[in-house]
């Protein structure tokens, strides 16, 4: 596993916009597909979206299908998440994770977006 | 969609006992079905892959098993660092890749 560490969270009134930053070890961060994944309050865990390695492929939930755009700079090792047109339901922990092969192996923190009018 | 669906919501168990966490997907998964503990306040943890095969790091006493539709995680001699919540995770039919709702392990 790898430490991956999320940025970017807080408080937005819905309608509005947020991105989401995750930082990744250098050595390997673009060999690996990289997603994001959120948890509601109290719920469990809801996969948004897959970036491949090189980012020429992206897929989505249909929840934040058209919303939600992920994307990566690999020469920063960074992994990102564009939040628009927030909603209440939006309001959860955001969580980066890491693709080994076809399942997750690591995971970050996660950062907590709220949002609320 | 494949939906995940996992069996109990909660289980009160003992220290030292045995549990058993169950997982089923409404079709075919093959063996691509993970198994992630998280505990309150943190980030999940990846258990076992490929459904049997354990991460690095993880104590024998988890094992995974089955294939297909029906699995099992089975938690064998409990100790007080493993009461959690358990999700499973497919990963054959994606996207979406989707989840269980979790099985709450308790004392």
């Known amino acids: 596993q790898v430490q991956l560490v999320e940025s970017g969270g807080g408080v937005v009134q819905p309608g509005n916009s947020l991105r989401l930053s995750c930082a990744g070890p250098g050595s390997s961060f673009g060999m690996h597909g990289m997603h994001w994944v959120r948890q509601a309050p109290g719920k469990g865990l809801e996969w948004l979206a897959l970036?491949?390695?090189?980012?020429?492929?992206?897929y989505y939930a249909d929840s934040v299908q058209g919303r939600f755009t992920i994307s990566r700079d690999n020469s920063q090792n960074k992994l990102f998440l564009q939040m628009n047109s927030l909603r209440v339901e939006d309001t959860a922990v955001y969580y980066c994770?890491?693709?080994?092969?076809?399942?997750?192996?690591?995971w970050g923190q996660g950062t907590l977006v709220t949002v609320s009018p | 969609e494949i939906v995940m669906t996992q069996s109990p919501a909660a289980l009160s168990v003992s220290p030292g006992e045995r549990a058993t966490l169950s997982c089923r997907a409404s079709?075919?998964?093959?063996?691509?079905l993970a198994w992630y503990q998280q505990k309150r306040g943190q980030a999940p943890r990846l258990l076992i892959y490929g459904a049997s095969t354990r991460a690095t790091g993880i104590p024998a006493r988890f094992s995974g098993s089955g294939s297909g539709t029906d699995f099992t995680l089975t938690i064998n001699s409990l100790q007080s660092e493993d009461f959690a919540v358990y999700y499973c995770q497919q990963y054959s039919n994606w996207p979406p890749y989707t989840f269980g709702q979790g099985t709450k392990l308790e004392i």
């Open positions: 079709q075919s998964v093959g063996t691509k």
């Open positions: 994770a890491r693709l080994l092969g076809e399942y997750i192996d690591s």
């Open positions: 970036i491949w390695f090189d980012g020429s492929k992206r």
